[in-house]
T-cell receptor, first 115, second 112 residues
Framework: GAGVSQSPSNKVTEKGKDVELRCDPI?????LYWYRQSLGQGLEFLIY????????KSGLPSDRFSAERTGGSVSTLTIQRTQQEDSAVYLC?????????????FGSGTRLTVV | GQQVMQIPQYQHVQEGEDFTTYCNSS?????IQWYKQRPGGHPVFLIQ?????EVKKQKRLTFQFGEAKKNSSLHITATQTTDVGTYFC????????????FGKGTLLTVNP
């Protein structure tokens, strides 16, 4: 696609429920990243994919968080047993091998609210 | 691990005043990138700096990369209300690792 697509754009869920967030990167972008941004805060790194593998999962806050990427394209971020502190905007970005020329392209994010 | 610090956290200026945000890395960087996030929006790539001492300009924006490749700055001349947003720097340590480490950003507000 022309840009990075994320769905849903907004998600309200009850505490304790599981949620799945989806990211469809730019076609041909080999690298995919998930970040989290709380209100007025910076970008918190969660996980990085190169193709289908995740060489860096160091940012996942707990074992309730998991992510996968299939076919080197779409990625899903799953949060199990959601907590109120999980409320944030979850941003996905992708980049080509020319990341140093063109940077990351971010999606519009999924705003997650846990009530 | 690599840390990128950015100051100030907030900056409020009158329209027409200049603005500068500074970025410092705990390690030497291969390159540094700058992003702008408008209120309610997502970060958008502005520019990348690669060479030691590099200076690049985009209209009223001037980006610098330090000689030691551990610090960078973004300077905006004669701010306009359209400059409002959060400016992030992001560093890369090089090699085949595409991962960027982002600073916490500087929120710029402009009073018309």
């Amino acid at each position: 696609g022309a840009g990075v697509s994320q769905s849903p754009s907004n998600k309200v869920t009850e505490k304790g429920k599981d949620v799945e967030l989806r990211c469809d990167p730019i076609s041909g972008h080999t690298a995919l990243y998930w970040y989290r941004q709380s209100l007025g805060q910076g970008l918190e790194f969660l996980i990085y994919f190169q193709g289908n593998s995740a060489p860096d999962k160091s940012g996942l806050p707990s074992d309730r968080f998991s992510a996968e990427r299939t076919g080197g394209s779409v990625s899903t971020l799953t949060i199990q047993r959601t907590q109120q502190e999980d409320s944030a905007v979850y941003l996905c970005a992708s980049s080509s091998t020319h990341v140093r020329a063109y940077g990351y392209t971010f999606g519009s994010g999924t705003r997650l609210t846990v009530v | 691990g690599q840390q990128v610090m950015q100051i100030p956290q907030y900056q409020h200026v009158q329209e027409g005043e200049d603005f500068t945000t500074y970025c410092n890395s705990s390690t030497t960087l291969s390159n540094i990138q700058w992003y702008k996030q408008r209120p309610g929006g997502h970060p958008v790539f502005l520019i990348q700096l690669v060479k030691s001492g590099e200076v690049k300009k985009q209209k009223r924006l001037t980006f610098q990369f330090g000689e030691a490749k551990k610090n960078s700055s973004l300077h905006i001349t004669a701010t306009q209300t359209t400059d409002v947003g959060t400016y992030f720097c992001a560093g890369n340590s090089g090699g085949s690792n595409y991962k960027l480490t982002f600073g916490k950003g500087t929120l710029l507000t402009v009073n018309p």
